[in-house]
């Protein structure tokens, strides 16, 4: 059984910055590309940033390039986003996926002064 749990949001001023986790169980990790998706109400899910199991380079939405960073820990089965310069628009719920149909509770970040 896939579980996927997201933490670390919270309430964070313009400029300031948070590190998103999410703990993955129930597939073999090492073999699956990760990835950050965020959901405003009312609005499709979007994909932030992608990490993948290979070489690969990572990829992020061009809302979020330079600002945010990927990674991933396959000894903890856990996933990172930190998110850095966060910006009102960065507000949203934020989930972690691999590629299935399985989704976590999310984690909420609001970003205001």
């Known amino acids: 059984q896939v579980q996927l749990v997201e933490s670390g949001g919270g309430l964070v001023q313009p400029g300031g910055s948070l590190r998103l986790s999410c703990a993955a169980s129930?597939?073999?990790?090492?073999?699956?590309?990760l990835s950050w998706y965020r959901q405003v109400p009312g609005k499709e899910r979007e994909l932030v940033a992608t990490?993948?199991?290979?070489?690969?380079?990572?990829r992020y939405a061009p809302s979020v390039k330079g600002r945010f960073t990927i990674s991933r820990d396959n000894a903890k089965n856990t996933v990172y986003l930190q998110m850095n310069s966060l910006k009102p628009e960065d507000t949203a719920v934020y989930y972690c996926?691999?590629?299935?149909?399985?989704w976590g509770q999310g984690t909420q970040v609001t970003v205001s002064s």
């Open positions: 996926n691999n590629g299935g149909g399985d």
């Open positions: 990490i993948y199991n290979t070489y690969m380079p990572t």
């Open positions: 129930g597939f073999t990790f090492t073999r699956y590309a």
